[in-house]
């Protein structure tokens, strides 16, 4: 059984950057769908990008001109890049993945096809 861990939240003031780590263990998460996703207090769970070794990484609409994905398979690690940060990006993040490996088909970004989580870190950004 994989096991996701997030680091690398925190405080920042607009217009600052952060890197988020995804570690996984227990299994490889190279052929598997990674997908990383936010969530203000009350509210829904946001879908912001996805990535796998078979699917090109995809970043959500409102956010890709800031935020970019990468990993590095020999760390077992994904990244969220976030550049230009706003006080409306204040969330918790989360990474997630899906049970099992693939090597095809599209990664999703509905939060329900992903069934293992981080614990989430925190993102709080000041004006």
């Known amino acids: 059984q994989v096991h996701l861990r997030e680091s690398g939240g925190g405080s920042v003031q607009a217009g600052g950057s952060l890197r988020l780590s995804c570690v996984g263990s227990?299994?490889?998460?190279?052929?598997?769908?990674v997908a990383w996703f936010r969530q203000d207090r009350g509210e829904q769970l946001e879908w912001l990008a996805a990535t796998a070794s078979f699917d090109p990484a995809r970043v959500a609409d409102s956010v890709k001109d800031r935020f970019s994905v990468s990993q590095n398979n020999a760390d077992n690690t994904h990244y969220l890049h976030m550049n230009s940060l706003t006080p409306e990006d204040t969330a918790m993040y989360f990474c997630a993945t899906t049970y099992s490996a693939a090597s095809a088909g599209s990664c999703s970004r509905l939060s329900g096809d992903y069934v293992i989580w981080g614990q989430g870190t925190q993102v709080t950004v000041s004006s």
């Open positions: 227990g299994a490889t998460l190279e052929h598997r769908c």
